[in-house]
Nanobody
Framework: QVHLVESGGGLVQPGGSLSLSCAASGISFSDYDMNWYRQAPGLQRELVAAITRGGSSNYADSVKDRFTISRDNAKNTVYLQMNSLKPEDTAVYYC?????????WGQGTQVTVSS
């Protein structure tokens, strides 16, 4: 059974940083691409960053050069380092994996950027 658990969210001032983690279990973690999504109130869930099993990464234009996705296959964990945070980054952030076109999600972690 696939299980994803996010952690690391919280309240941060504009310009600040946060680091999110997502621990995966029930899968052969190193065999899969991993994704971070976010959903702000009233908006659709959007892809923020993705990392392939080989370590290549892609980012939404809105977070490029500010966010960094990484993975530690030994720990079955994917990370999202978020720098220079803006109020518009406020959202619930979700870890995601697609297996045979089926989406699996964590419970999400709230990130609030506010002064």
């Amino acid at each position: 059974q696939v299980h994803l658990v996010e952690s690391g969210g919280g309240l941060v001032q504009p310009g600040g940083s946060l680091s999110l983690s997502c621990a995966a279990s029930g899968i052969s973690f190193s065999d899969y691409d991993m994704n971070w999504y976010r959903q702000a109130p009233g908006l659709q869930r959007e892809l923020v960053a993705a990392i392939t099993r080989g370590g290549s990464s892609n980012y939404a234009d809105s977070v490029k050069d500010r966010f960094t996705i990484s993975r530690d296959n030994a720990k079955n964990t994917v990370y999202l380092q978020m720098n220079s945070l803006k109020p518009e980054d406020t959202a619930v952030y979700y870890c995601n994996i697609k297996i045979w076109k089926i989406d699996f999600w964590g419970q999400g972690t709230q990130v609030t950027v506010s002064s």
